[in-house]
């Protein structure tokens, strides 16, 4: 049998990293208990083939359509089953990935230690009413937020940005988005006059047609040329170094499966 504790070596590593850094001193025990709960659990062989065969419909599926191999697939799956169990030992009722789950690993595992878009994020990912999320959706967000392509997260971050829904950055959603990154960056205190400069700059690099908005096209358009916008209005895709820690150790583990 596989040595499935080592998949959240790739959790245990980013752990320690998290546990580094000044955060809620409450919640980051809490995701460290909840760790260490997960690195106990190991499937045995019968569950572990079960588990398996009666995903293999799905993940066939998912492999059409996703940046991830087979056995990278099963891996995640096993790692989404092994966090469903988790939550389960305190919510017997509990029918997957719980969104709280999935944002402590983001937070952990992937860095995305601002919290201030992240029920943006979540809504992009999820616009469901549950409290879970599907195997499917899991698997699609670690496919866009490990190995999406360019277009795939321009289109991810605008869903984000896009608080109205209707396909256009006029300039109060622009401001609201840079004064809450100011917020998270820098505290509340200049935070309104360092977004009215922002918004200046930010406008004249993105708004392409001139029209005083940014639409899709404009956004689309300007991150094409220069990636370094794609994130302009606030974090919600991981950093680049988290998420390729997260897939060196990801990778090995498939392998040796
Ligand atoms: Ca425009």
Known sequence: MPDFLKTFKVLMVSKQRFLQKKVNRQRRENVARSMAGQLDMSMDSMEETRFRKRNQYLIHRLEKRLHFNYLELECLLIMYYKLQKEGQASNPKQEGVTKIQFRDVLHCALDMTDDSLMDRVFLAIDKGPSACISMETWATALSLFL?????????????????????????????????????????????????????????KKMDIDRDGKISFQDYRQSVTKNPMLLEAFGQCLPSRIAAYSFLCTFAEIADTL
């Open 147 to 203: 190995r999406g392509t360019l277009d795939e997260q321009i289109q991810f971050c605008f869903s984000v940005y896009d608080i109205m829904g209707d396909g256009i950055l006029a300039r109060d959603t622009i401001f609201q988005l840079l004064r809450t990154s100011m917020i998270s960056q820098s505290g509340e205190e200049d935070a309104e006059e360092s977004a009215r400069d922002m918004i200046e700059v930010i406008t």
